[in-house]
């Protein structure tokens, strides 16, 4: 059976390459449905839904079955500008500002500031809402052999989603982080960041489990993904395995694996 999967980092690897570590990170959930079916995957880390709506509305009939992984509204894809700058996440608006006035490389300064000035002046969120419902509900009459996954809790109102699993997995010290204002993305000291390491944003062993509720889901012939949290399990590993430090330069962000930096973050010095 052939299978088109698309969508955002939930189903892309989601790994950059850090010096000196070798890890074994495991499989994510698209690669371990690749024992059994024919998978391409479109999925590109921080795309819109519209993103990949167009390339469904390309490829779906080339396809047995399509997985389709929906976004959260409010994403930017842009068009004839450096891939680094392509997809544009509204949650990394303050960083993006941060990038802008620490960046050296002007073009870069004129996108964001664009970027910045749309969600400013010329953003429609009742217009955006009602764009998400509606592509999000046309993809079933387009191709009944799909399945749609909610990614966050806005992809498809009272779903529960796999954001929430990415949470549940760490659910003592996610809680912890953003309780006392440290989320992915959002900048410590104006200095470094954090953000996800997982394949697809999920531990080794929960995408074991959701390849093999997908397939359960395309034996069924199911349209939309019943995630259930008790479903799968806490994380195996210490929090500093499953991130990566992002340290801002002026030539954007660079990588390493953490030496206590985010276990600092979780201790309580009151």
């Known amino acids: 059976m052939k299978i088109a999967v698309y969508g955002d980092s939930f189903g892309g690897i989601n790994l950059t390459n850090i010096p000196d570590d ?27 839904l519209f993103y990949s709506y167009e390339i469904f509305l390309q490829q779906n009939k080339n396809f047995n079955y399509n997985i389709f992984l929906i976004t959260e509204p409010n994403r930017l894809t842009l068009n004839n500008v450096n891939d680094h700058l392509k997809h544009f996440n509204l949650t990394m608006l303050e960083l993006f500002n941060q990038v802008a006035k620490n960046s050296n490389i002007e073009e870069d300064k004129k996108i964001i500031n664009a970027i910045l000035g ?18 999000v509900n046309s993809i079933i009459n387009i191709n009944q052999n799909s399945l749609i996954i909610p990614c966050f809790p806005t992809s498809i109102p009272d ?31 104006n200095k470094w960041t954090f953000s996800d390491y997982r394949k697809c944003h999920l531990s080794e062993e929960n995408n074991r489990i959701l390849a093999n509720i997908i397939d359960s ?17 806490k994380a195996s590993k210490d929090i500093e395995f499953y991130y990566l430090k992002k340290t801002l330069t002026s030539n954007g962000f660079k990588d390493s694996r953490f030496n206590g930096e985010l276990h600092n973050l979780l201790i309580d010095i009151n």
């Not at 002046?121 to 809402?129: L, T, V």
Request: aromatic share 12%.
């Open 217 to 233: 889901s395309i034996t069924n012939k199911t349209n939309i993904l019943d995630i259930k949290l008790n479903d799968y399990q």
């Open 118 to 135: 749309y969600y400013s002046y010329i953003h429609d969120q009742k217009y955006i809402d009602t764009c998400h419902a509606l592509m």
């Open 22 to 48: 070798n890890e074994d990170r495991g499989k994510s959930w698209v690669q371990v449905l690749l024992e059994k079916y024919n998978v391409t995957n479109f999925s590109t880390g921080g795309s819109s």
């Open 159 to 189: 779903k529960t989603s796999l954001v929430e699993i990415t949470d549940y997995e760490l659910l003592d010290q996610v809680l912890y982080l953003k309780d006392n204002g440290y989320e992915p993305w959002k900048l410590i000291d």
